[in-house]
């Protein structure tokens, strides 16, 4: 289980454990990426596997930093993490290189059909994703709305702003779709959002930047 700095519990996730026991995982040319039962933090990651196989990007999701307090040893060749807690607070799940340019991305998901809730950005995430856009990084956040089926990639600029107007609880829809380059979800890569990157940076060379 991990402890939060407020004191408070929760489990410790197989995929937490993996983190800190990394194996050697064997990667073949001919794997099969689908999004089948994916979440959207693994839909990414098996993007970011086959941008990598192809030498097209280089993007990793962000490790935590993790104290442990308590481990059991049920066999000599085996460690099992019973208690943890985070040691500081994450800033955002991705970060990377694509034609020298610099990713640092959020990944978020809602099950709500016509808006997504702000809460679900930390100020410790805002504050960080304007120091990468003051340092020319390419900032965004891939949003999905799982039970409508459609993945959204917002420049963090206007979830900075959404984020900072006195009073807005939520981003509709409406003004995601206006604002961002919608994607849908596919076969090698999973989620292809390296395509609205594309449009990212074309614009920014339209603007001189």
């Known amino acids: 289980m ?8 929760t489990h410790y996730t197989k995929d937490q454990t993996d983190l800190l026991h990394p194996r050697k995982q064997k990667h073949r040319k001919d794997v099969v990426f689908s999004d089948r039962g994916m979440n959207l933090e693994q839909q990414i ?3 970011n596997k086959y941008y990598l196989l192809e030498d097209i990007a280089v993007v990793h999701k962000k490790p935590t930093p993790v104290q442990i307090v308590k481990v059991d040893y049920p066999k000599r060749s085996r460690a099992v993490i019973k208690e943890a807690y985070f040691r500081q607070a994450s ?3 991705y970060n990377g290189v694509y034609q020298g340019r610099y990713l640092d991305f959020e990944a978020k998901e809602t099950r709500n059909k016509r ?3 702000l809460k679900n950005f930390h100020e410790h995430q805002i504050i960080h994703l304007e120091r990468c856009l003051k340092q020319k990084g390419i900032c965004f956040t891939i949003i999905r709305f ?3 089926n459609r993945y959204f990639v917002t420049p963090a600029s206007f979830v900075i702003k959404a984020w900072k107007t006195p009073h ?3 981003m509709t829809l409406q003004e995601l779709i206006d604002n961002s380059i919608e994607i849908k979800s596919g076969f090698r890569p999973t989620l292809p959002y390296l ?3 594309d449009n990212f940076i074309d614009r920014n060379k339209k603007n001189g930047r």
């Open 146 to 148: 799982v039970t409508l």
């Open 2 to 9: 991990v402890k939060y700095p407020t004191g408070s519990l």
């Open 45 to 47: 990651n098996e993007s």
């Open 195 to 197: 395509d609205a990157i």
């Open 168 to 170: 807005k609880s939520s």
């Open 91 to 93: 800033t955002t799940d």
């Open 115 to 117: 808006s997504f809730p």
